[in-house]
């Protein structure tokens, strides 16, 4: 620790004297002096390079033993009610390794978050987007080794003069570790510092607590959490990065072109991912909750083997660093529990899913809901009878307890079924939805090409009255061709439109809660502010007063259809 300390008090022109010094004491080679400045910044350490190097208005600060900090981040997950979520599909599409991609191909799976709105301290509310969400809190960055000290040892460590490694990833700990710091974190909190924790409304007794996240959750946050529409979580292998960027601002790797990192880096030494989190790829590769499964056929396998790692390391490649990759770690070697140098963890911050107050209340209100108001359509139209009802009148006129409980036990499945379909007629209005939005595009693009073709037939006309011989020959081989062109796009542009009437109609049909869920899950996807998310924003806010217009019984003909749509792009 002294020698630290003593690296980090000599100034520039000190290092200099001391390189010319060491020279012409050893008469050995000797670094260079650019070489003792990098090492003289590796090791200025602050304490706060060890928590929050990066600090940011959104920021939500806990504390810690020792006068420390962990900053969180609130991660909103947008679902229409307690007993609803978010469908996930975490993974890759693409295995860097296809003979072992039953690893980590994407599966089917949800996510949601144990705290609603209300649940919220005042001062994080502000954060929270808008719209129906529910939520978690996932650390800014990866524990580090002075917060590992601070919580793990019986004595504080020295945050005055934190060392240089303070602000590296911890590492090298066993998953239960890991967890018992999270225990440990979340026992001290309550001890020291209890209001910092959210609680349920209502409830006096349940609070939150730090954990380690579930891969789910994990994911989620890696891949920009609620900055991320479903699309981009489903489309991006990594995240959406700005122009002229690469993984290599955002992950301390080994990429297979450019600098490969020799070593940990401090926390935060990249820039964050769009949620505002560090080192999700790269550096420290991550432990999660959950035990590792195979992915096959959109499913995880049914054997839990040891704990997923996730994002990677300094040692990682390209592939490794993907938030969708999933590697095995085992709970346990020959020699006890496993760690890894270059493995350490970020918590979460989450609850249970049924406190007290008014909680136990809207969960039995939703429940009671979910399923009861699908009725299938009769052949003319016309909403049937809901066999839940019927099963209503049969159960209050049962004859005897094991008729009632027979019919109890058919009605609970077809209720069973219904929420399966709602859930189901919900994910396939925000498909009816999206196509209808890349229809108009599709249109555009038929009509642009239509026009410059037209302009060059018309050029070619002109050209043909002054041409002879070989050459007008030649030119109207290539006029026929484009007038065959031109008639092929007019019937492109004629059936796309057709299709896309259609879409508006059947989309008229859905019903108004799932019509607007629908309409608020896509506003998210195209919500960034570059030119393709405004435009397909304006192309949604189209598709939305066309459908409005059909469900109105408002007359829109195919022509003022065609030209709203041709001429709106850009307004």
């Known amino acids: 620790m002294k020698s630290d300390l003593r690296i980090r008090n000599l100034a520039p022109l000190q290092w200099s004297f001391a390189a010319a010094v060491c020279c012409a004491l050893l008469f050995a080679p000797c670094a260079s002096q650019s070489a003792l400045a990098a090492l003289a910044r590796k090791a200025d350490v602050s304490t706060a390079d060890a928590y929050n190097p990066k600090p940011a208005d959104n920021d939500i600060i806990l504390p810690m033993p020792c006068g420390l900090s962990m900053v969180f981040k609130l991660v909103a997950v947008p679902a229409k009610g307690l007993l609803w979520d978010m469908p996930m599909r975490p993974g890759v599409d693409d295995s860097a390794h296809q003979d072992r991609a039953f690893y980590d191909r994407r599966y089917n799976t949800a996510l949601s978050g144990a705290f609603t709105l209300e649940d919220l301290p005042t001062a994080w509310r502000k954060q929270a987007p808008q719209g129906q969400n529910y939520f978690y ?9 002075l917060q590992w000290h601070a919580v793990m040892d019986n004595a504080c460590p020295d945050t005055a003069n934190p060392g240089a490694e303070a602000a590296h990833p911890a590492t090298d700990m066993s998953w239960y570790d890991a967890v018992d710091f999270t ?8 001890q020291n510092a209890p209001d910092s924790l959210p609680r349920f409304a209502g409830d006096q007794r349940n609070v939150g607590f730090v954990r380690l996240p579930t891969e789910t959750e994990w994911e989620y946050a890696a891949r920009g959490g609620q900055t991320a529409g479903s699309q981009l979580l489903l489309q991006e ?7 002229g960027e690469s993984k290599a601002d955002y992950a301390v790797y080994r990429p297979e072109q450019g600098a490969r990192a020799e070593g940990m880096a401090n926390i935060g030494s990249r820039k964050p991912n769009p949620l505002g989190i560090y080192d999700t790829a790269g550096n420290a590769a991550e432990m999660v909750l959950d035990a590792f499964r195979f992915s096959m056929a959109g499913r995880l396998h049914g054997s839990a083997g040891g704990f997923v790692r996730k994002g990677g390391s300094f040692l990682s490649g390209d592939a490794e660093i993907l938030p969708g990759r999933r590697e095995e770690m085992p709970f346990f070697l020959t020699d006890g529990p496993a760690h890894a140098r270059d493995l350490g963890f970020r918590p979460v911050i989450s609850g249970i899913n049924t406190p007290g107050g008014g909680r136990p209340q809207e969960l039995t209100a939703e429940w009671n809901k979910a399923g009861e108001k699908l009725a299938p359509l009769a052949q003319d139209g016309q909403t049937a009878r809901n066999p839940l009802d019927e099963l209503d009148r049969l159960l209050a006129a049962a004859p005897d307890e094991a008729s009632r409980k027979n019919l109890q036990d058919l009605r609970n499945t077809i209720k069973e079924n219904n929420i399966m379909l709602e859930r189901q007629k919900q994910l396939e209005a925000q498909s009816l939805l999206r196509t209808g939005v890349y229809m108009i595009e599709t249109l555009r693009n038929y009509s642009s090409r239509r026009n410059s073709l037209k302009t060059q037939i018309e ?4 050209e043909k009255a002054s041409a002879k011989g070989a050459a007008l020959e030649k030119l109207k081989q290539i006029l026929d061709t484009a007038n065959r062109g031109l008639v092929m796009l007019d019937t492109s542009i004629e059936k796309s439109l057709t299709f896309y009437r259609s879409k508006v109609e059947e989309s008229a049909l859905l019903a108004p809660e799932v019509l607007a869920a629908a309409d608020a899950s896509l506003a998210k996807d195209f919500s960034g502010n570059d030119p393709f998310n405004e435009n397909m924003h304006r192309n949604l806010e189209l598709y939305r007063l066309h459908v409005d217009a059909v469900r109105k019984n408002k007359t829109v003909s195919r022509e003022a259809m065609q030209k709203a749509i041709l001429e709106r792009r850009f307004q």
Do not use: G, I
């Open 183 to 190: 225990r440990r974190y979340t026992t001290w909190l309550l």
């Open 459 to 462: 050029s070619m006309e002109r």
């Open 237 to 243: 292998d990594f995240f959406a990065l700005p122009t």
């Open 137 to 145: 809190l996932v650390a800014k960055y990866e524990v580090s080794n």
